[in-house]
């Protein structure tokens, strides 16, 4: 059983296109976050939901929407997709602020 | 500024010797930090977490020591073996706020 998962784990779109990426937990936890890791492998917060309110917002381009239509999942939608979007983004969950994260394996984006 | 740094980008050690990575930080102050383990296109596993006012977290052949008045947390794999190979991430979290990650640091013990 895949505690977070993340689909797809690959994604090749074209600049401008609209693309989803959805993240689903079953390990009960509260919390959930999206980060994003560069080229450099700095890995960084872009938002936070706790129980499906959003709670951390990052300076983020407001073309990046979160959406959480439950405890258990959390998407990420991005609209007009730039060339500086190619990134891994990873899902991730915790019970709380004093526990460590899981995380999922990632969905690599490349954007031509 | 606020800034993370991890020794080195990567490190290299011979298998059964002790591997130690620092993380330093600069214009933070943490509740507490953690470490994880990340290998090539997976995503990050958590290790340990240590709070401000603990020195040292043991786990199996794991140890970190958290120094806030140097502001540097130290990562120790004893008896490294070859399985040890990664990318090892720390992690701060700040008072009502979530993590910020280090660049990490690649190790890789050499058989």
């Known amino acids: 059983d895949t505690a977070v998962s993340q689909t797809p784990k690959y994604l090749v779109t074209q600049m401008g296109n609209d693309k989803s990426i959805k993240c689903e937990q079953n390990?009960?936890?509260?919390?959930m976050y999206w980060y994003k890791q560069d080229s450099k492998k700095f890995l960084k917060i872009m938002f936070s939901?706790?129980?499906?309110?959003?709670?951390i917002n990052e300076t983020v381009p407001n073309r990046f929407s979160p959406k959480s239509p439950d405890k258990a999942h959390l998407n990420l939608h991005i609209n007009s997709l730039e060339l500086g979007d190619s990134a891994v983004y990873f899902c991730a969950s915790s019970p709380g602020a004093t526990y460590g994260y899981t995380f999922g394996s990632g969905t690599r984006l490349t954007v031509v | 500024s606020q800034k993370i740094e991890q020794n080195s980008e990567a490190l290299n050690i011979q298998e059964g010797k002790t591997a130690t990575l620092t993380c330093n930080y600069t214009?933070?102050?943490?509740?507490?930090l953690q470490w994880y383990r990340q290998d090539p296109g997976r995503g990050p596993v958590f290790l340990l977490l240590i709070r401000e006012n603990e020195k040292e977290k043991r786990k199996e052949r794991l140890k970190v020591t958290f120094d806030t008045t140097l502001k540097q947390s130290l990562f120790h794999i004893t008896a490294s073996q070859p399985a040890d190979s990664a990318t090892y991430l720390c992690a701060l979290a700040l008072y009502g706020q979530n993590f910020v990650f280090g660049p990490g640091t690649r190790l890789s013990v050499l058989p």
């Open positions: 939901y706790n129980n499906k309110e959003l709670i």
């Open positions: 214009n933070y102050s943490p509740a507490y």
């Open positions: 390990l009960g936890h509260d919390t």
